[in-house]
Structure formats: C-alpha cells, structure tokens
C-alpha cells in the first residue's frame, strides 16, 4: 500500500463548476500538507500548504485536512479552463533529516470551457 | 530573476551511456533534490543535499549518481546501470532543513530523458 493515495483521474468538469480533488494517506506522523500544480511538461508550483487539521483559503482555492481521517482536499471554486493541469498532493514530517516530501501519483484536471 | 534552472530540456541517450543532467538555483538554497516522474506515479525521490560536499540516497537511487561541489550546482548523472531510465526528471531546492518550519520546496522546469 502506498503511503499517499490519489485518484489520478483524468477529471473533466465544465467551465464554473466546483472541483474536488482529494487523498488519503497512511501515516499519521505527516504534518505539513501541500498541493502542487503541474502543467504539462512543466515543473510543479506550489498551490497551498497547510499545518495539522483545519481549512485554508486563498482566492478560488480550499485546502482542506482531516487528520483524524488521515484525508485532505483542495477545492477550486468557479473552475477555469487555465486551471487545467495535474495536481499533485505531498507531505512530510517536520523533524528528521530532510524532511523529504512524499508525493500522491497526481489527478489530471480539465476544465472544458 | 531567482530560480531553478535546468538543461538540456529534452536529452536523447544510447543504451550503455552515462549522461549527466545540469541543475542550478540561484535562490541561496542550502537543500537540493533530484525526483523521477513516471506516468500516473507522482514524483519519486533519487537522490537530496542538504549541504555542500554531503547527500544522502532517496528511494530509487539506484543507477544514478550526484555530487554538490557548489551550492547553487547539484548534477545528476544516469548511468548505465539504470535499467529504466526513460522519464521526465524534475529538481527542487530549499531553503533548508533544521528547525520545525515549513520549508517549501521549489521546482526547475524538468529534463525529459528518453532512451533509444
């Protein structure tokens, strides 16, 4: 079993619609909680992070975690045909050596305008 | 302008080459990271830096090889023992490693191996 799972999609939604994008891990010691966005052919830029459980928002973007049922979320609100990409999950633990991030496979996004 | 640059875009090797992939930050990282992204697998973990003239093996490290003479210079070399190595290679960097505070990773625009 795999530490972090995701659906890899792909995901196809019309232009406006809300997008939920999700996994789920297995290690309970994960602390921060990131989403990057992947265009194709392109390196991954970081969408948001957060710490322990709770919601954060930033514009048209949610990023929310459940520690207790080791899942998190990132919601795109009013969807864009720009917001069509591969998001990424990852996370780490804060203590040790590099605090290496683990990643999930990725879900394919496209938003149809 | 700061960043992550990494070259050549697009690398075509023989079987039985070693080939060597360039990375450079200009952000003053002290971490550096080299991942292999495969097709519906997420980023794996080659090899890391966290200071110079020291790294550490990831998960798949395994018919590859670094060094980090420079701080702003961590080169991967695939050599031949690696068995697979057609992928899209991504470096990051960091501003560090010590203390408990978030430590975002940044990433270079990646180097597409293929293997003829």
């Known amino acids: 079993q795999k530490e972090v799972e995701q659906d890899p999609g792909p995901l196809s939604v019309p232009e406006g619609a809300i997008v939920s994008l999700n996994c789920t891990y297995s290690?309970?010691?994960?602390?921060?909680f990131m989403w990057y966005r992947q265009y194709s052919r392109k390196g991954p830029e970081l969408l948001m992070y957060t710490y322990s459980s709770g919601n954060k928002e930033d514009g048209r973007f949610t990023a929310q975690v459940d520690k207790s049922s080791k899942y998190i979320s990132l919601f795109i609100r009013d969807s864009q045909p720009s917001d069509s990409a591969t998001y990424l999950c990852?996370?780490?633990?804060?203590?040790?050596?590099?605090?290496?991030?683990?990643f999930g496979s990725g879900t394919q996004l496209t938003v149809l305008p | 302008d700061g960043g992550i640059t990494q070259s050549p875009k697009y690398l075509f090797r023989k079987e039985g080459q070693n080939v060597t992939l360039s990375c450079e930050q200009n952000l003053n990282h002290d971490a550096m990271y080299w991942y292999r992204q495969d097709p519906g697998q997420g980023l794996r973990l080659i090899y890391y830096s966290q200071i110079v003239n020291d790294f550490q093996k990831g998960d798949i490290a395994e018919g590859y090889s670094v060094s980090r003479e420079k701080k702003e210079s961590f080169p991967l070399t695939v050599t031949s023992a690696q068995k697979n190595p057609t992928a899209f290679y991504l470096c990051?960097?960091?501003?560090?490693?010590?203390?408990?505070?978030?430590?975002?990773?940044?990433f270079g625009p990646g180097t597409r191996l293929t293997v003829l």
């Open positions: 290690n309970s010691a994960f602390q921060y």
């Open positions: 990852a996370m780490y633990i804060s203590s040790g050596s590099a605090r290496q991030l683990t």
């Open positions: 990051a960097s960091s501003p560090g490693t010590s203390g408990s505070s978030y430590n975002e990773q940044f």
